[in-house]
């Protein structure tokens, strides 16, 4: 088999792993320490000039499976997300409340979950956001979804600051 197969079959099997994973609902790796998923990814943020977009949830709340999914599969959201943020998934759960975390996110969790806290590229939180307003019918609206991605990402934010 040619190495460009073995790349295209390895790709094909992350990808399914990846997805099966996401359907067993297994988005929010319980044993991470949030700080530590947080400083990275704010590294990557300012490497990159993109916000970090923190999911804040757990494996046991249905919505918050159900945005991991809509955020990485949307065929608009999607690559929204990625352009704009690190999106990270904080765990908040009885076996990990990761309450350091949930300090320096500005307690969240008092708007439910999911919750999403954007951080700049410095790594302060600048935006908590509720999911409820951002819900249609049993999932979630493209289109407030689009308009709260739009409103919060790098380039917005600091369009007004120059």
Not at 17 to 36: C, H, P, T
Not at 136 to 156: C, I, M, P, Q, T
Request: net charge neutral; aromatic share 10%.
């Amino acid at each position: 088999m040619e190495a460009g197969s073995k790349r295209w079959i390895l790709l094909a099997a992350l990808i399914l792993l990846s997805v099966s994973g996401m359907a067993q609902g297994r988005v929010y790796d319980e044993s991470i320490d949030a700080m530590e998923q947080i400083q990275k990814a704010v590294e990557e943020a300012r490497a990159t000039d993109r916000y970090v977009m923190c999911q804040v949830g757990g494996n046991w709340c249905p919505w918050c499976l159900r945005f991991a999914q809509f955020a990485q599969t949307d065929s608009l959201i999607a690559p929204l997300m990625k352009e704009n943020y690190v999106y990270i998934h904080v765990n908040y759960s009885k076996q990990n409340k990761n309450l350091e975390a949930m300090r320096f996110l500005g307690n969240p969790g008092r708007f439910g979950y999911p919750v999403f806290v954007v951080l700049n590229e410095k790594g302060e939180p600048i935006h908590i956001q509720e999911s409820e307003s951002l819900e249609e019918d049993k999932g979630y609206s493209r289109r407030r979804v689009e308009k709260f991605l739009r409103l919060w990402n790098r380039k917005a934010v600091e369009a007004d600051v120059k």
